[in-house]
């Protein structure tokens, strides 16, 4: 039976996700409240504003049911805003720290890394694994930060990290969904999902 | 803002996918006018998307009258030391150098915008020289497209700002989605000539013609004024909304804010939209269209 993939669908990038997934042959189902949730065998976090996101995973009372099902081995792929609820904590800086995350992923992260929207750019990433670069697109990116020993770095730009791996959890700062280049995706259903 | 060197090999800044990128992040959630500080974060805090941050809401624009301007970069620079979320401020419709001075700011969109006085009567800001991404109001597809053409990266249909009534904002959605659906039926041979009709770009009019979508994410603005609203330009095709008076000029503004945002996401379950409508308290008070004259339309400004 092909795996059930849950799109969190509250706000941001989800549509694009979705289409990537069912490119791929998966069984896409989105996400806005904990029935969803629990038809799914591994949930897709996409970008957005994660202050918002977060606000709606609480209000629908998924923030509970996530952590719940990742602790109990759901595999999770998360971009952008969702890495960032994603992540143990977020390092204080020029922007507010203290916004409340999952605390699922042991790093830190520093939302709006590398600036504001200004500073948004594309750059060819070199990814663990892959033979061929590819061309990552990052918007008001975070950088993460703190990687703790569990967690195995898969990308980086000027010595920032900016793509990890924690056993079924896989995070990107960037966004493969608003590529033709499916391949973190892939990554995603055919090593993280059905290994 | 730093242009500072290149990051990693082949890396470029501000690409059209960064622009339109960023517009599709804003997806889903709500765009909210505010006038200072407190009001932003009352407007993050009740999980807005991004705030367009001005020094009076349309409904105030049109009470005091005159002529309508960017507003005051200290003001804007405030509010965007304040929030997290993404800050857009509004330029006059051909104000190139309004739009220059927000860029050099570093805010993070432009609203080249029909609420305020336009500096230009014949051209629209060229918006693909700019690094920052724009957002413009439309009526009709090809206004849209022309926006497009001139580089906007999220378009907004405009409704009638300022007056906490629905319908023009209906009409406009309608008019755009209707005539993209139109564009579906037809053969390259109409295409052409349809191009013409509109006057807009014959490529973008092809790839609505082959795709069904605008290139570009498509939101609604001007006259929402309940979760009723939001949700009933989420149903029409709306991919998200800007509110402007309706939050800050209703009785209970940070509730109301909260209420907006669950409608945008509930917006197909009505069983729960009974309970986000429930005990608002006092929308702001509707202006009739029909009461209006022409002059007093902000959204026949554009061309």
Known sequence: MPKRIGVLALQGGYAAHAKVLQRLGADVIEVRLPEHLAQCDALVMPGGESTTIIRLLQRNLLDTVIVERANAGMPIFATCAGLILLSKRIASGAERGGQPTLGLLDVAVVRNGFGRQLDSFEADLQIKGFETPLRAIFIRAPIITDVGPGVDVLATVDDKVVMVQQGKLLAAAFHPELLNDDRIHAHFLDAVVEH | MSNSAAIGTQTEKSTWRNKVGLAEMLKGGVIMDVINPEQARIAEDAGAVAVMALERVPADIRKHGGVARMSDPAMIQEIMDTVTIPVMAKARI???????ILEAMGVDFIDE???????????????????????????????????????????????????????????????????????????????????????????????????????????????????????LMMHLGAETVFVGSGIFKSGDPAERAKRIVDAVMHYRDYERLVDISKGLGEPMVGIDIHKMSDTEKFADRGW
């Open chain 2, 113 to 231: 915008s029909e609420v305020l006085t336009p500096a230009d009567e014949e051209f629209h800001i060229d918006k693909n020289i700019f690094r920052v991404p724009f957002v413009c109001g439309c009526r009709n597809l090809g206004e849209a497209l022309r926006r497009i053409g001139e580089g906007a990266a999220l378009i907004r249909t405009k409704g009638e700002a300022g007056t906490g009534n629905v319908v023009e904002a209906v009409r406009h959605m309608r008019t755009v989605l209707g005539h993209v659906r139109k564009l579906q039926t037809m053969d390259r041979a109409e295409l052409m000539t349809e191009a013409k009709n509109l006057g807009a770009p014959y490529d973008i009019v092809l790839h609505i013609a082959e795709t069904g979508k605008l290139p570009v994410p498509n939101f609604s603005a001007g006259g929402v004024a309940t979760p009723a609203d939001a949700a």
């Open chain 2, 94 to 100: 051909g104000h190139i150098i309004e739009a220059r």
